[in-house]
């Protein structure tokens, strides 16, 4: 059962101010009064841990797309299942030559598709249960793992909830425009700032918030992240596909050294 707090209370606001895209209903299927898989979130243990810097040895994935180079820490400890699928199918090559299939208005966009409609090939890493954590949030550059389905039996199907499952394709996240508004709101509906001001200072998108499954954050080459979300794009059957196709390359599972040198895009966007 979910804690009642000024947290709680802050994430359902965030849902009411921002609204929910296209793309996030029809393809994300949430559905959050109906959902059986709550989380405590306890401001008093939460630790935003997007915030830090990367540590010698964490694993990371290095994103070789068209328009550049990206990078992002995983968290293993938070998500281990969406993190091992994610890592299965990049080493395998199952990221080699996908598709960015949706860019939306500069705010995310949604990739890894081995067809450009958005569609898997097959459903063996489509079905993984969704990890939700108190100290992972979709902030500006976190990578989130996409909702697939929503497993039900019948009793849930009649009444409500079941267990919402992702697989292989990724949200990208870049930001929404806090403004004044938005800012107001988000400082109003918690007495503890520390969530509402990390946002404001990052950016992301709030709506997101305990939706989906965040395995990673990128913290090289947001300039990429920023590129990929504002796409020229045409609506393709509820998408926003973007108009010349836009790939990723590979990605590369490797860990975080301090020695690193980060590409030309990396560099571009410290």
Known sequence: MVK???????VLIFTLIMGVTTLFVTLSGVMKENNSSYITIDPDTMELVQLNEPKEGDPIAIV??????FRFVLYPEYSPNAVANFTDLAESGGY???YVFHSDSGVFSAAGAPNK????????HEHVKRELHQNLWPFKGAIL??????????????????TYLNGSRLFLVNTIEFTEDIIKE???????????????EKGGVPNFSQQMTVIGQTYSGLDVIEKLA???????????SPVEDVMIKSVKISTYSADEKP????????
Not at 230 to 240: M, Q, R, Y
């Open 117 to 124: 409609d958005g569609s898997a090939n097959d459903t063996t």
């Open 263 to 270: 590409s030309d895009s990396a560099k571009k966007a410290e």
């Open 145 to 162: 793992a996409m909702n697939t389905d929503l497993d039900r039996n019948f009793k849930e199907k009649l009444l409500g909830g079941g």
């Open 186 to 200: 988000m400082k109003e509906a918690s007495e503890d700032e520390k969530l509402a001001e990390a946002f404001i």
């Open 230 to 240: 504002s796409l020229e794009t045409e609506d393709k059957n509820g998408f926003k």
């Open 64 to 69: 070789d797309t068209t328009l550049g180079e």
């Open 4 to 10: 009642k707090n000024n947290v709680v209370r802050m």
């Open 96 to 98: 080699d030559d996908t």
